[in-house]
């Protein structure tokens, strides 16, 4: 919340900053000499020209669609005529581009080959005449606006096709009276058509799909564990979807669907497709982590599961961030703006999400260290517990009284971390204190049996120690020090016990025992001052 503010403040502050009458690089007399209208019939940009024209199609409002034509307004009954024109044209012919596809620069794309007053927004095609649907922005001088409008040879070309000519599959086949009766300004039959086809297009890829799999899985009796079982059986559903929305798309196009629903679901399919393309990428990704992470299983390579993990969750969060972003823009949402203003207050939100940097960066020295990984045992601080998860802020530790710590990666990182699950052995040590009456033929016994006894078992490092190491008061002492091999906590502590038990076998069978420590105890007799 804090850095939200701060970004507000920040990009109102610069907003009002740059307004400022001193700064300004017009004077207001020159603003009053050009006020920037925006246009009532939103004709300022071609997206958003093409959009309110196929709007005013699909109400049938061809008084308002003649106005998006450059043509001579005055000619009114001839204008409606025209519009009525096109739009049979278009439904049986035309093909306009997915609004995506359409700038919506008030000056239009500057990169697409035409001068920089036009712009293609769509395609006729018959099979005589192929031609693009041209716009060109021009200066309305009563309104003192620049506005988009359908050009006049486009108009021309579209008026020399006669309806007669272009007769398409709907119109031929359908019914007459599915095609008299609208709905949305587009005809009941059409509607039909369009969810019959999606049906079609579904069932008819699923079909596909699965006889490809079956062909695939039997006939090359492939294994359960295939590697390339695993990946389509990730991809069969979203390339499924996928190929459906592309026939759909495919086959609208060609058989004289009205072209505003055509462009309606056009525009629902191009989100539809790229979300699909984005399951397709996610499931991927899952697939190619989870073998990747099975393959180190086999190699005993943990420490590096911890890494996949991380660059899977960072893989799907850009990709959610790129589908946002194509998908906004998709609807018309600028985008780029917002990331410009996003610049603009790029020191208040470095400020306010300074510990969420701080945990992102702690998170990626810990997958570049390795210092832990998920399933190890350590120690930080005065916790020792099991590392569960390992994410892009937080990592989760399961301690020995079953709870579950979530330290910042940003603090953990910081930490003094002793893993216990990297140790390559354990340490057995004891000191063995015998009683002063112990002979030197005793302990030199006992110094060989111990040595004879650690030689001889697999699990201890030919390193071990068993030294005399001297007497104090009370005893003789024996160290005992050697190095168990083993990774696992629960078998070291099995094995120590092993150990213990057979030191005192060794003892007993030498005829000696361990020293007992002893006291002086003082009484006092506080009435007679006596000890």
Known sequence: MRSLILTLILFFSVNTYAQLPSLSKETKEEKQEKPEVSDELERDNPRSMTEAFLSSLAKQDYTKSSQYLNVDQKNTEKNLETVKHIQSILDKAGTMKQRSFISNDPEGNTKDNLAENLEKIGTVKTAKKEFYIIIERVSLKKEQTMVWL?????????????????????????????LKNFVWGVPIGHWIALISLAAISYFLMWGIALGLQHIFYYLRKVPKEDRGRTVMHALIAPVQLYTSVVLFLFVANRIGVSIVARQNFSNLAEVTAWILFAWILWRLIDVFADNGRRRLIKKGQYGVISTIIFLRRSAKFALITILTITILDSFGFRVTTWLAALGIGGLAIALGAQKTVENLVGSLTLIADRPISIGDLCKFGDTVGVVEDIGMRSTRVRTANHTVITIPNGDFSSMRIENYSLRDNFLFSVVLKFQHTTTIEQIKALLIEFRKFLSEHPKIKNDYRVSFIGFDVTSLNIEISADIITRNFGESMTLKEEFNFKIMEIIRDSGTSLAIPLYNVVLENKENGEN
């Not at 359908?150 to 599915?178: E, N, R």
């Open 150 to 178: 359908m050009t006049a040879s486009t108009i021309k070309k579209i008026k020399s096709i006669s309806d007669a000519v272009v007769v398409s599959l709907l119109d031929k086949y359908m019914p007459l009276s599915l």
